[in-house]
């Protein structure tokens, strides 16, 4: 063969093998995108401290986060305070993401791995992370698809794993899909699993009192000493009030919390608070606390509280106080006027809404005056007559046993003789007496 003729048929050849590895690249497009992650790199880099505004979107709805001069806030509740912590943990888990396993997928093969941009009834769409500056340019955004789950070691083969990753995605990159460590189960659409949960924390109870619509729901509970037994006010002739009932919820404020809040405008006659319960509760420190409650609202109640204080200023000496233990006494008291201080200061500062606090926290409040007060010892019933059966009598101690009555008619008895004095007996005669 010719020289001529052989780099002619070499050239075909050439041609042929492109036009081949063309097609079987085409043929095989769904699963031949290669990512451009590699195992140990960063998914996405964000300047975490430029970020104003977190947008999560699902085809079910969205969430946005804005942060304003005095922190974090959740627009869809009128801007009420979010949980800092909640929302900069987000942040550094996205800027610190890193690659587990690339993974190769094309177009095609985006919605299995529920990598699809959320829209409006979209199926087999994915969460879009959206972070951007105060000036709303776009900082980074981050599509979450499917989780990744893993089986436990030893569980059937029909057994549901737990999640152990998420498969996500930087949007506007190309199809750079990585398997992450991190499952996100936290970025959810919920508003309220973004609030702020920081309330009122009632710290040794004096007295407290409630002021309900009826007259039966109208009772106050107070004590001398933080040490005392709890003594329901007004108690009348034999009644006592119950110890153990009082003492199950006289604590119960000690780390108050809410679920969520309602809108600023919501209506009173829907909420209930045009008739509300009001329930005071009073600190041996000078605390007052005035929570009005009214309708349930899901699995809480529509509630508001208003908080007053007067925290003395001076101390008190002791009866008995030794000179050498002012100095000590005198800081101690100092100390804790400072954090009283801060305490009412901070709560004081408790956005004016309406919150939703969970039931299990003011049921026990809401009962009627007799449910705090002591039982009282059952009367013995008396049994019902028997037809054709004599009643029975009481047992009477001495009496004779049986269920009839007998009376025995008076024994005369007569009168005894005087008994007759023993005759003397014969003094013997002497020996030689005639």
């Known amino acids: ?18 036009a081949g590895w063309l097609v079987l690249r085409n043929s095989n497009s769904a699963w031949s995108e290669t990512s451009a992650s590699t195992p140990g790199a960063k998914v996405i880099s964000l300047p975490i401290n430029d970020v104003a505004k977190v947008t999560l979107r699902t085809s079910a709805g969205e969430l946005n986060l804005n942060r304003k001069d005095d922190g974090w806030t959740v627009a869809e509740r009128a801007d009420f305070p979010a ?4 929302v900069s943990t987000l942040l550094r888990k996205i800027n610190d993401l890193k690659t587990v396993q690339e993974v190769k997928a094309g177009p095609s093969q985006l919605p299995r791995l529920e990598l699809v941009e959320p829209a409006a009834g979209a199926s087999n769409a994915g969460t879009l992370l959206e972070m951007k500056d105060t000036g709303g ?3 980074g955004a981050l599509l979450l698809g499917k989780k990744y789950l893993k089986k436990s070691e030893g569980a059937p083969a029909d057994a549901p794993g737990y999640p152990a990753g998420r498969y996500v995605m930087p949007v506007g990159k190309g199809n750079q899909i990585s398997l992450v460590s991190d499952s996100f189960e ?3 659409i919920k508003p309220e699993r973004w609030l702020s949960k920081e309330f009122f924390r009632v710290e040794s109870p004096r007295s407290i009192e409630l002021s309900g619509p009826t007259p039966a729901r109208k009772w106050k509970v107070t004590r001398e000493t933080p040490s005392s037994e709890w003594v329901m006010a007004g108690l009348q002739g034999d009644e006592k009030s119950d110890q153990s009932k009082i003492n199950s919820f006289a ?7 809410f679920s969520d809040v309602l809108a600023p405008d919501a209506k009173a006659e829907v909420t209930g608070l045009d ?12 605390f007052r606390y005035e929570l009005k409650i009214g309708k349930p609202s899901g699995d809480g109640y529509a509630a508001t509280v208003a908080i007053t204080g007067t925290l003395a200023k001076e101390r008190t000496p002791g009866k008995d106080e030794k000179p050498e233990d002012k100095e000590k006494l005198d800081k101690e008291f100092a100390e804790k006027s400072k954090r009283l201080s801060e305490k009412l200061t901070k709560e004081q500062k408790l956005p004016a809404r309406i919150y939703v606090m969970p039931k299990y926290a003011v049921d026990p409040f809401l009962k009627d005056r007799s449910g705090l007060l002591a039982d009282k010892p059952a009367a013995t019933p008396t049994p019902a007559p028997v037809p054709g059966v004599p009643p029975v009598a009481p047992t009477v101690p001495g009496a004779p046993a049986g269920g009839t009555s007998v009376t025995t008619p008076p024994v005369a008895v007569p009168p005894v003789n005087p008994s007759p004095a023993p005759k003397a007996s014969p003094t013997p005669a002497k020996k030689g007496a005639k």
């Open 251 to 257: 604590g119960s404020f000690g780390n108050a919390t």
């Open 275 to 286: 008739q509300p319960t009001v329930l005071t509760v009073e600190t041996f420190d000078g």
């Open 1 to 18: 063969m010719k020289g001529k003729q052989l780099a002619t048929l070499l050239a075909i050849l050439a041609v042929l093998g492109t």
């Open 83 to 86: 949980n800092f912590e909640t």
């Open 137 to 139: 340019k776009t900082l």
């Open 186 to 188: 936290d970025a959810e």
